[in-house]
């Protein structure tokens, strides 16, 4: 899938509002240099004076009487000093953005940035709801009143497994699997971590179960819209983490089963992280899905069992 033109173009003027506004802050904090410290923008002017100097000596043939390098290492220096010395970040002066891999453009070598593609397939998937999910689902709401014994130990081992694989995402390939009854907080966890790592600047896609495979099946049995699967499968395998939601609420028939291992397979494949969670137990997965399928989750996933009671209604029944 891709964007049309028109939400193309927008996207673009977002980003260049961005840059605009980052510029205007700039030149702010800059006006309020030069009027504090008088010496900074004397230090400023004299840079572009010294290097057209170097090079109208370079260029007439003559020997050069300082060392142009040596010179500006010496303005930065002071320049530094000066703003340490008037209670000023060393980097208040620098360009500041959103995004600092894409500096706010929205491409890096001319490919997509990944704050680009998470805009993006927040725009194409606007049904997945994820920006109202993670209003209520993070770690920083996150209660263990709720759990007793064994239950708690379990959460809180599931929540350790969360922010070690958030800390070495970047350098270790993992995927999560949320199991156990209802309502203990496995969607809960899904989210959180998929929250994240969103805020670190990966890409997410969060699909329903039932959603994900009745969109699956609106391409698939519509000829028509064949270009639109191929872009939506680029985007289902290859985005950085994928989180399932509710795996087993589906109407579960050979069709989901093919699709489902395809998806697991291919995200494997190419080494992308996948979160589920589902009310099934193992067994229940066993028999709803394929061998084959059971084989794939229970060797490739970092497998986490929630027991307990179901906390929303805990929750309503605190409040009554």
């Known amino acids: 899938m891709s964007l049309s033109k028109e939400e193309y173009d927008k996207l673009m003027m977002e980003y260049s509002r961005k840059r605009d506004a980052h510029r205007h802050e700039l030149a702010l904090r800059k006006a309020r240099i030069y009027a504090q410290i008088p010496r900074y923008q004397e230090l400023d002017r004299q840079i572009p ?11 007439s043939g003559k020997e050069i009487s300082f060392s ?21 970040p060393a980097d208040y002066l620098q360009p500041q953005y959103d995004c600092p891999d894409c500096r706010d453009t929205g491409y890096i070598d001319g490919q997509k940035c990944h704050c680009f593609r998470q805009k993006e397939i927040r725009i194409l998937y ?18 263990t009143s709720y759990y007793q014994g064994s239950d708690l130990e379990h959460f809180k081992g599931a929540v350790q497994t969360c922010r ?23 969607s809960f966890l899904s989210i959180c971590t998929a929250g994240e790592l969103l805020k670190q600047g990966h890409s997410v896609l ?7 495979f009745d969109t699956i099946s609106s391409y698939v049995f519509n000829p028509e819209r064949k270009a639109e699967y191929h872009g939506f499968l680029d985007d289902l395998y290859g985005c950085e983490v994928l989180v399932i939601d509710d795996l087993g609420t589906e109407m579960t028939n050979n ?13 494997d494949l190419r080494r992308r992280a996948t979160i589920i969670s589902t009310n099934l137990s193992l067994q229940e997965l066993r028999d709803r899905y394929s061998d084959r399928i059971f084989s794939r989750i229970t060797s490739s996933y970092t497998l986490m069992k929630l027991t307990g009671p179901d906390i929303r209604v805990a929750r309503k029944m605190r409040k009554a």
């Open 255 to 267: 069709f989901v089963a093919s699709q489902l291992f395809s998806l697991l397979n291919e995200r």
């Open 164 to 186: 070690k694989f958030i800390k070495h995402f970047n350098s270790d390939y993992e995927n999560l699997f949320f199991y156990g009854t209802v309502g203990t907080g496995k």
């Open 126 to 143: 606007r049904q997945s709801h994820l920006d109202r999910l993670l209003e209520s689902n993070q770690f920083s709401r996150m209660s």
């Open 68 to 88: 142009l390098k040596q010179k500006l290492e010496e303005i930065a220096s002071e320049k530094a000093l000066l703003l340490k010395e008037a209670g000023y």
């Open 49 to 59: 004076d010294l290097s057209y100097a170097a090079l109208e000596a370079r260029l």
């Open 206 to 212: 969060y699909f329903s179960s039932s959603s994900l």
